[in-house]
């Protein structure tokens, strides 16, 4: 069986600890491979590593590090098949939705490559007399990345490339579930010309988290994964004078107006809900047809098109979505499915008893509907993170708007509408981090900032864009004086306004 370890110093190292956890294939439901968990001290010894190697590569004028980018870019295409085929099998989505995976990724390594524009300062001559200000960008030194397995390509190189072209060291903790393709990734990093100990991927556990967290070497965390741990990791790193900024889980809301195109509005609430078996955070999770006839003729279209979604092995590309995670993921999945119907919603199409012939051990389950679900019910209220939708009937725009707006959570919501001035209200009113319009998934493009709200985002600053540059750099200001002509006496106290 293939054991995975750590990549540290530019080389895959073996783990020492003899702790290890199992990595399996959910199409088939055995176990592939062994990932090492990483102790305190090897993820010690990997920061001290990724220190020694970062003054030099943070001293690296920043067109040269674009260019590492640049030609990890041609690499990642190059292997883009052999990737996408090894995220699925760790996985368990489709190759297509894989590639997906990769692609988004990609875009912000492409946006990082601005790097010489991005980390531009500011100036102003003549800021008194003789003086000039002016700002520059520096790296923090090393930070890291504390990523998720839903998307084990996207989320990495979304904290790594920016983090590394603005000359920051990198130590990635990917989820322990879906390990081979960061590691994969670092790899073709070091191939593209980056120097070793720039990327480091330290698999592992808490222990390793604990170990990043605590550590005074690290200067900022960023971290994705489910609410509680976001919450728990931005408060340690906080502790201990870190930047954290954690992204957490998500109920995303999809509003659909009575004059909304509802068959346009079926598609998407399909691909949204179902794609990726629901494990995304951009999920729509909660569908909120406005009025009573709205939601009949919502339903009426719905419920055959969650009974005819296709689940098949990953490997098929003909399928709608795969397998789940884990034998634990699709458990979890299946209570919350069991507690909707003791809580008195409707189940309007039941997927729990799917089986997949020619994979009986994999861990799949079909599609499930939901009508008539509450506020005060538990799977309005939090994440399930599985094939799952709930209809919650809303009587009119107002409560249709409070909502999502109510919501623990705050990641991305939708509207569904003609109506250019519902729509503009919406926007501009709805308490939610990313906002789509006739667009169930508003994943912002790379040159916008991706970021939830209220218990979907803990800390400052959004991931990629911008604000990607802001959280992996420090400012420093200059403020200098060149006297033309030195004139008599000195002055020894701060400039007074006069
Ligand atoms: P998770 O919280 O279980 O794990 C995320 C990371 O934290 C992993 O690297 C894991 O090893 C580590 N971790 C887990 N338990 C820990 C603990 N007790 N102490 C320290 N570290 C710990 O999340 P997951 O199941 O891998 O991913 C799914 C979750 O991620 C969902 O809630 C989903 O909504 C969320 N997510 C959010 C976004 C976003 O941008 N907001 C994006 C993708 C996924």
């Not at 540290?8 to 088939?28: L, Q």
């Not at 809303?394 to 569904?416: C, M, Q, R, T």
Request: one cysteine or more; hydrophobic letters at 40%.
């Amino acid at each position: 069986m293939r054991t995975i370890g750590h990549f540290i110093g530019g080389k895959e190292v073996e783990g020492k600890s003899g702790r290890f956890a199992d990595v399996f294939e959910p199409m088939t439901g055995e176990v592939k491979a062994k990932v090492a968990l990483a102790t305190k001290a090897e993820m010690r010894a990997a920061i001290e590593n990724a220190k020694a190697a970062q003054p030099e590569w943070g001293a690296t004028n920043p067109q040269r590090r674009a260019r590492v980018l640049m030609k990890f870019l041609d690499l990642v295409q190059r292997d883009y098949d052999k990737l996408a085929e090894l995220l699925a099998r760790e996985h368990g989505k489709t190759i297509p939705d894989a590639k997906g995976d990769i692609q988004r990724g990609l875009e912000v390594a492409e946006f990082a490559c601005g790097i010489p524009h991005l980390m531009k300062g500011e100036y102003t001559e003549g800021a008194g007399p003789g003086i000039d200000i002016y700002s520059m960008r520096q790296p923090l030194g090393v930070v890291a990345g504390i990523t998720p397995f839903n998307f084990p390509a996207m989320i990495p190189m979304w904290k790594f490339a920016p983090a590394i072209a603005c000359g920051n060291a990198f130590i990635l903790k990917p989820s322990e579930r879906d390990p081979g393709v960061p590691m994969a990734l670092a790899a073709l990093m070091l191939e593209a010309g980056l120097p070793p100990g720039i990327l480091n991927v330290v698999n592992g556990d808490k222990e390793a988290v604990d170990a990043i967290l605590d550590d005074a070497d690290i200067r900022a965390v960023g971290f994705v994964g489910s609410s509680p741990i976001a919450q728990y990791i931005y408060e340690r790193a906080a502790a201990t004078g870190k930047r954290a900024q954690c992204f957490g889980g998500a109920k995303n809301h999809a509003i659909i107006m009575p004059d909304a195109d509802l068959d346009q509005t079926v598609d998407a609430l399909i691909g949204a809900g179902y794609g990726s078996a629901g494990e995304r955070c951009m999920a729509i999770s909660v569908a909120v047809p406005v009025g009573k006839s709205t939601a009949d003729r919502l339903m009426e279209k719905l419920i055959p098109r969650v009974e005819a979604l296709k689940i098949g092995p990953s490997t098929d590309p003909s399928a709608d979505f795969g397998p789940l995670v884990t034998r634990e993921a699709l458990e979890r999945v299946k209570t919350y499915v069991e507690i909707g119907v003791q809580e008195g919603a409707t189940l309007a199409v039941d997927g729990r008893g799917f089986k997949m012939q020619g994979y009986e051990n994999g861990f799949y389950m079909g599609g499930c509907l939901f009508d008539n679900v509450t506020k005060d019910m538990r799977i309005y209220k939090e994440e399930i993170f599985g094939p799952v939708l709930s209809v919650v009937r809303a009587h009119d725009y107002a409560e249709a708007l409070a909502l999502p707006s109510d919501h623990d959570y705050g990641n991305g919501v939708a509207i569904f509408t003609r109506d250019g001035d519902a729509a503009r209200d919406f926007a501009a009113k709805v308490n939610v981090g990313m906002v789509g319009i006739n667009v169930p998934i508003p994943v912002p493009i790379a040159y916008y900032t991706f970021g939830g709200w209220k218990k979907s985002g803990f800390g400052d600053l959004n991931q990629h864009g911008p604000d990607s540059v802001r959280f992996y750099t420090k400012t420093k200001t200059v403020t200098s004086r060149w006297p033309s002509g030195v004139k008599e006496g000195a002055e020894f106290s701060i400039p007074l306004m006069k």
